[in-house]
């Protein structure tokens, strides 16, 4: 009959819905609401322009999937991404700043409820640093390549944007292996 039909498919339906909702909405609510564990987070630059590339890195159990979440301040979700920590338990991922509007935005790298959390600035006043040009000319040249071994040796002190730009690689160290890519990057190699 219609009406015994009707009370056999709600059960399910309801039991559907609401493993769904406790998916898609309760875990990313619990994940933010606990910043400890083991799950480590850099965000290079923190405060950038939306369409600039920002590196999330940072430390985690190895080998095991993370998934990255930038909410707005209603908590939205604005971009989503997965990605694997190396044997290590070292992470790095790259995304571009959504095309939202100046701002806090919260970046959540973790899985479970391990995970950190991460206040990224959208200020679109910033402008974009170009990787590799460490003095801020625009061009990528011996002269970066002098400030980068001086900042890799300690011997400048470098600002956060420059510090940016001069790690190229994103792994939030400035070093040779900085040094050799802005030599190449001069030398038009890459
Ligand atoms: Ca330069
Ligand atoms: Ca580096």
New binding site residues.
Partial sequence: MFTGKKTKLWPKTILVLTLFMALIFITPAQAIGENAGGVSLTLSPPIAPAGASVTASGTSAPGVWLSLKVLDSLQNIVLFDAFKSDDHGNYSITFVVPAVANGNLSVVAGYGNDVAVKTLTVDSQTPVRLKGDVNYDSIVNVLDVVKTVNIALGKVQPSPDDFYA??????????V??VVKIVNIALNLQ
């Fill in positions: 001069a790690d190229v690689n994103s792994d939030s160290v400035v070093n292996l900085d």
